[in-house]
Every structure is written in structure tokens, then in C-alpha cells.
């Protein structure tokens, strides 16, 4: 059976791949900040489908090699590697201003969680996937694919767009490298999408705001809805698995067409 290893485990895109995964017979080990809910959503998924659970910050280099490494050693070797932390409340949130206001610490806060986070998970997890081939999936952003439109709604984004932007060069940069080894990696581009801080409710509440600020800024997806978490799931079992055994560097966009605005 496969084994996954899923930063941002606890969050909302971590644990909808984690369900997609499990569903098409995978494993996974779950890392994340947050222990209490990360011990919850191991519950959810059940004691079979759960390989491992680590407590970590995704920006502490020794931190994730070393959990990456007990996990591959308990469970023979690990063959995926998702990461999805990151987002939530103080993260995402701290660089929408204007980008002459943008203080450095909040611009290397951001990159250390949204790009080196993916940088030291990616570090670590190759070289175990080198040895038996896999795949990676990272999550960018529709963020990181145009660094502002659709309309206004990336508007004071430019340290989250430059991070994800970031994480799809890195992306393709590892699939350059790494097929030779049997080793895909592939990104998804999510648009809005319910998170463990934003639901439906405060997406409607954002939008509206916005349309108000901004009048006919077209952020609505031509589908008429935001993104779920499970929509987010489904594309990176898909990228993971062998139905996408030809697909690597790409960034699927998974914005439900907003950016076709
Ligand atoms: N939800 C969206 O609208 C959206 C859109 C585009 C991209 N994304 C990206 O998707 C990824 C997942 O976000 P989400 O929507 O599931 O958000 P979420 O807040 O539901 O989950 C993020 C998880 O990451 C964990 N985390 C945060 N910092 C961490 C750290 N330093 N070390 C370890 N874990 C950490 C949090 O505890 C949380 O459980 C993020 O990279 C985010 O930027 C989200």
C-alpha cells in the first residue's frame, strides 16, 4: 500500500486529500502545527488509513527531515508527498497591504511558511522517493499563477503571489530533475476555497464586501460558487496517482475558471 506524507494535515485541503487519498488506497502521514486537530482528523480518517502523525512547524528544517525520516523508516519507504500548510488565520492574512507598506517580517514569515516550508518537506521527502519512485503534489495558489487580476481581488497579495509563485517554479524546477527517478511533481492552483478559518458563509461575506468596494469586479466563478476543499482533494489524488502517470510539472489551475474573467 502507498504511503503519503501531508503537511498541513489538520487543514482543510490537507485533510480532503488526505480522504481522497485514503479513499483510492493510500496511507498517510499527517503533519501539522496544530496537534489538537491534527489528533482529530486522525480519528476521522481512522486508525488503518492513518501511517503516522507528526507535530511540526513546516519552517524548521531539521524538524520536518528528521520527521520525514522516522516516517519513511516506520512504514518501508514513503511514495507521495502533499503539502498543503500553510493559508489560515495570521498567515495568509498578514500580507494584504499595499506592498510599500509590506514589513520584512512579514514578507519572510510568509515565505518561510508558504515556500521554504515546501522547499524543506520537498528536501526531505526526494531522496526517499528516488528510491523507489512517487509522486509530489504542492499546493500554490491561483495567486502565484498572475501576481494581481482577476479584477482587484489578488489586490496587497504581492508577498503571498510571490511566495506561490515561487512554489510553481519550484515545482517544475523538481519535475525537471526528478523524472528521470521515476518521480513526478505537479502543482494545484486553488481559487477561493473553504478553509479551517473561512466557510462558505464568510466566503459569501467576502465577496460581497468586495463586490460593494469594487462594483461588477467579477470575482464569481462562471461555475457560481467558491471552492470546496473536496474539489481541492479530488485534483491532488488525481496528480498523485497513476491516472496522471504523464502529467508532471504542471500547476493544475483549480479556481473553478475565475481566472478566465
Ligand atoms: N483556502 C483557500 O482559499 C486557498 C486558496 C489558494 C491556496 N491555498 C493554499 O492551500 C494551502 C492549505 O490551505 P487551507 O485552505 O487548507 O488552509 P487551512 O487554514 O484550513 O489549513 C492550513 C493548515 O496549515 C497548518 N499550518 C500553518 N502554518 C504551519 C506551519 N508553520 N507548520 C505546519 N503547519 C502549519 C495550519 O495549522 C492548518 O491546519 C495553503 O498553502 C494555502 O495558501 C488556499
Redesign the pocket.
Known sequence: MEVGFI????????RASARALVRDGWRVVL????GD?LHRVAVDLGEQAVAGIFV????DFDGVHSAVREAAKANGGLQGLVT??????G??GASKVPFIDTAPESWDRMIE??LN?VYYACHAVLPILYGGGGAIVN?????GLRGGPPHLRQLHASV?SAA?AGVIALTQSIAQEAGAKGVRANCI??????????SWQEMERMQREEETRYPGSGRASPLGRF?R?SD?GEAVAFLMSERAGYITGACLDVTGGIRLH
Not at 511540526?56 to 519552517?59: E, G, M, R
Open positions: 503537511t498541513g494535515g489538520a487543514g482543510a485541503i490537507g503533519a501539522d502545527i496544530d486537530e511540526l512547524d513546516v519552517t498543503a500548510a500553510g493559508g489560515g488565520r498567515i495568509a511558511v508558504h516550508g499546493i500554490a495558489s491561483g495567486a503571498y506561490k492552483a486553488p481559487g477561493r476555497t473553504e478553509s479551517r478559518w473561512k471552492g476543499a481541492m
